[in-house]
């Protein structure tokens, strides 16, 4: 296992200092790895990578697909990662993409124009997983930590319109931290919304918007606040005027939807989280037309629940996600219907 972060530095790559490590990384973790581009239905070219239970290469199948959508500025290589590797290390299959202007995907960094259309850029691609040798048949499931909470609903309410209710198209979503409404603290007071809606007509990928850090304000334990700033991956410049405009409008669309959502879900959020509201997920909690539906509101913790926290409480976290996956994946799987 990875050494305590007490004694990590700052590295170039956060499994090592030359990407030669990289199977070396993965094989200490004792699972498998592979990363490759997808070229989306609309031309983006976009990096993904999967990481799989070795056993998934003899006669045992992994337990369940799990599709991982990152949030925000992030990518899913670093800090992420540490979430797909703890589930594959229990039996999970598990895929993830970096969003278009993000980590090693095309566009322009953090600039976020149409965030429907990057909803069906991670649909297509996460078609085309299920539908790989050795996964149709399993269950499958979504992931997304802050603005990949949204994304993840954005396709659920998607694959609603798209496609017959008689067979779900997914068994579950695990939403962490999701981004369904910006926080009061976080989000432009009056009239500056409408004046950056104004001027992001003529100059939307300007990175102008004033904004609080996002590493000081999601990530509690100081040394994991120097690993997730050195993340090169990372973008760490100001928000660009197309990319807050479109994502104020999105929050306020998944905002007034949130009781059109069927898809069994647990949602995990922060007390203490700034970035986005721990209040709207008790709303998506308490509206959503879900069945099997679970919330868990962890006292005092940060956005960052499952990097930034202490190691105490990250694996408070991750272990209620594992519960919760173990439970639904005895249940039948949907991957083999699409």
Same mark, same amino acid.
């Given at each position: 296992? +990875?050494?305590?972060?007490?004694?990590?530095?700052?590295?170039?790559?956060?499994?090592?200092?030359?990407? &030669?490590?990289?199977?070396?990384?993965? +094989?200490?973790?004792?699972?498998?790895?592979?990363?490759?581009?997808? %070229?989306?239905?609309?031309?983006?070219?976009?990096?993904?990578?999967?990481?799989?239970?070795?056993?998934?290469?003899?006669?045992?199948?992994?337990?369940?697909?799990?599709?991982?959508?990152?949030?925000?500025?992030?990518?899913?290589?670093?800090?992420?990662?540490?979430?797909?590797?703890? !589930?594959?290390?229990?039996?999970?299959?598990?895929?993830?993409?970096?969003?278009?202007?993000?980590?090693?995907?095309?566009?322009?960094?953090?600039?976020?124009?149409?965030?429907?259309?990057?909803?069906?850029? /991670?649909?297509?691609?996460?078609?085309?997983?299920?539908?790989?040798?050795?996964?149709?048949?399993?269950?499958?499931?979504?992931?997304?930590?802050?603005?990949?909470? &949204? !994304? /993840?609903?954005?396709?659920?309410?998607?694959?609603?319109?798209?496609?017959?209710?008689?067979?779900? +198209?997914?068994?579950?979503?695990? $939403?962490?931290?999701?981004? /369904?409404?910006?926080?009061?603290?976080?989000?432009?007071?009056?009239? *500056?919304?409408?004046?950056?809606?104004?001027?992001?007509?003529?100059?939307?990928?300007?990175?102008?918007?004033?904004?609080?850090?996002?590493?000081?304000?999601?990530?509690?334990?100081?040394?994991?606040?120097?690993?997730?700033?050195?993340?090169?991956?990372?973008?760490?410049?100001?928000?660009?005027?197309?990319?807050?405009?479109? !994502?104020?409008?999105? %929050?306020?669309?998944? #905002?007034?939807?949130?009781?059109?959502?069927?898809?069994?879900?647990?949602? !995990?959020?922060?007390?203490?989280?700034?970035?986005?509201?721990?209040?709207?997920?008790?709303?998506?909690?308490?509206?959503?037309?879900?069945?099997?539906?679970?919330?868990?509101?962890?006292?005092?913790?940060?956005?960052?629940?499952?990097?930034?926290?202490?190691?105490? #409480? *990250?694996?408070?976290?991750? #272990?209620?996600?594992? $519960?919760?996956?173990?439970?639904?994946?005895?249940?039948?799987?949907? /991957?083999?219907?699409?």
């Amino acid at each position: 296992m +990875a050494a305590p972060f007490e004694r990590i530095r700052p590295r170039r790559h956060f499994w090592g200092d030359d990407p &030669a490590e990289e199977d070396g990384y993965y +094989a200490a973790q004792g699972i498998h790895a592979t990363s490759s581009f997808y %070229t989306s239905p609309r031309g983006i070219t976009l990096f993904t990578r999967s990481w799989q239970p070795r056993s998934s290469a003899t006669a045992t199948s992994p337990l369940a697909v799990v599709c991982l959508i990152h949030g925000y500025g992030n990518d899913i290589s670093w800090t992420f990662q540490s979430t797909p590797i703890f !589930l594959a290390q229990h039996g999970y299959a598990c895929f993830a993409l970096d969003l278009p202007g993000h980590g090693r995907s095309e566009g322009l960094r953090a600039f976020v124009p149409d965030v429907d259309a990057v909803a069906r850029d /991670c649909l297509a691609y996460f078609r085309s997983v299920r539908r790989s040798p050795g996964l149709q048949g399993l269950p499958c499931f979504l992931f997304g930590e802050s603005m990949g909470g &949204a !994304l /993840c609903l954005l396709i659920h309410l998607l694959e609603r319109e798209e496609e017959s209710q008689e067979q779900p +198209a997914w068994d579950g979503a695990v $939403l962490v931290a999701p981004m /369904c409404k910006i926080s009061d603290s976080m989000r432009p007071r009056w009239p *500056i919304p409408e004046i950056l809606t104004f001027v992001a007509r003529f100059a939307p990928t300007l990175p102008i918007v004033p904004t609080a850090d996002l590493v000081e304000k999601s990530v509690k334990v100081e040394e994991k606040r120097i690993v997730a700033a050195s993340n090169p991956q990372r973008y760490g410049g100001r928000p660009r005027l197309g990319t807050v405009v479109e !994502l104020i409008r999105v %929050t306020d669309h998944l #905002n007034s939807r949130l009781s059109e959502v069927t898809i069994p879900f647990i949602v !995990l959020h922060g007390s203490a989280d700034v970035v986005t509201d721990p209040g709207v997920s008790q709303a998506l909690y308490d509206t959503a037309g879900s069945k099997d539906k679970t919330i868990k509101i962890y006292d005092g913790m940060l956005h960052s629940m499952l990097f930034g926290e202490t190691e105490e #409480n *990250i694996a408070k976290v991750r #272990n209620d996600i594992l $519960l919760w996956l173990n439970e639904r994946s005895q249940r039948g799987g949907s /991957c083999s219907r699409h």
